[in-house]
């Protein structure tokens, strides 16, 4: 398994304390200023934990304090962790990643359209070339109103919209979490598993996050999502689990990203090959100025900082995981705010200065 060794407590010099202690400071500081009721923050370096830092409180009414084992939504990082469980499937040989991916996704089909579906593969849709639709999800207010995935595929999506080509595919780069949820209906119609359950035996738990899953747990260790006011509001449900529906907990977060940054590790090769991994990171042309994507990694620009990972943004939560595998740096924010993005810019920006040049 894969260690999170060091994590806490943080103790040496080595460890960066100084710049620890000012991301503790600006933390408190923003959360005040945003109403945002907490953020976790882990930090790594050489490809290994290196500092953590747990400001405010996962819910405003109990006052418990964020710690790394509390769970939040994650959102559109959802998408860089179920992209592992789709390529085992490739590794394995079950399914093509250039294959028209109606060779594979037998329950549901694209509706007719002027674009040629046949070019519509896993490797296009993971890397958001595919031309297909659906941005994104604001999810469902309880698990009797979510729909099924064949639902949501053709419209039952809380006003989102249904799945369907807008361009020809490869032609350009266009977010579409409607891709993640074509592929997450393709891993159950190849396994004959459901989606969760795949993914917490094949990924999850393999990567010791035994503190994750796709899917809401009323869990004690579950974190409350709040709005712009640093209100509590309920949090919402997800169909669409590998596109927006990953619970997961900051240290279980950072094991995945050392897995990212370790390709080579032979705890990481036992879920994917290295190989897999770099693939999987490179980017997947065509992309956009400033941001394209590889197979369920982006590549992100934020002035002259370049990282790979992934944002996610879902009702009163915002996460961000950042990564540069060249130099093994990392840097994992949850809030449980709707403005938790204004907190994590300044964070950011502090730990971009960190950074060796690229």
């Not at 290994?48 to 559109?76: C, E, H, L, M, Y």
């Not at 409350?224 to 640093?230: L, M």
Request: aromatic share 6%; net charge negative; with cysteine.
């Amino acid at each position: 398994m894969l260690s999170l060794a060091g994590v806490i407590p943080v103790t040496s010099a080595a460890q960066s304390p100084e710049i620890r202690k000012e991301v503790k400071t600006l933390s408190e500081q923003l959360l005040k200023e945003h109403n945002v009721p907490g953020i976790a923050i882990a930090v790594l370096k050489n490809g290994q934990p290196s500092w953590t830092v747990f400001s405010g409180v996962a819910d405003t009414k109990t006052g418990t304090a964020i710690t790394g084992d509390t769970r939040f939504n994650v959102g559109s990082i959802s998408k860089c962790v179920a992209a592992w469980g789709v390529m085992q499937l490739v590794e394995q040989g079950s399914v093509n990643l250039d294959a028209p991916i109606a060779d594979s996704l037998k329950s549901w089909s694209l509706p007719e359209s002027s674009f040629n579906s046949d070019r519509v593969t896993l490797r296009r849709m993971l890397s958001h070339t595919a031309g297909l639709s659906l941005h994104g999800y604001p999810g469902f207010a309880t698990a009797t109103d979510t729909p099924t995935l064949k639902a949501s595929l053709a419209g039952e999506t809380n006003g989102a919209g249904a799945v369907h080509l807008i361009a020809e595919p490869g032609s350009n780069w266009q977010y579409s979490g409607g891709g993640y949820t074509m592929a997450q209906l393709m891993l159950e119609d190849v396994t004959g598993i459901s989606f969760a359950a795949y993914m917490k035996r094949e990924v999850l738990d393999p990567l010791d996050m035994r503190s994750s899953g796709f899917g809401w747990s009323d869990s004690s260790n579950a974190a409350t999502p709040h709005d712009e006011n640093g209100a509590p509001i309920a949090p919402v449900r997800f169909a669409a689990l590998a596109a927006a529906g990953l619970e997961t907990t900051c240290n279980d977060l950072s094991r995945f990203a050392v897995a990212s940054l370790n390709p080579s590790e032979p705890s990481t090769q036992a879920i994917l090959k290295a190989e897999t991994i770099q693939l999987m990171q490179r980017k997947v042309e065509p992309g956009t100025p400033g941001r394209s994507s590889g197979l369920g990694y982006q590549h992100m620009q934020f002035g002259p900082t370049s990282t790979i990972g992934h944002l996610g943004s879902n009702a009163g939560w915002e996460a961000a995981m950042f990564l540069q595998p060249e130099s093994g740096d990392a840097l994992i924010m949850l809030t449980n705010g709707t403005n938790g993005t204004q907190v994590q810019r300044p964070i950011f920006a502090m730990w971009a200065k960190t950074l060796p040049p690229n």
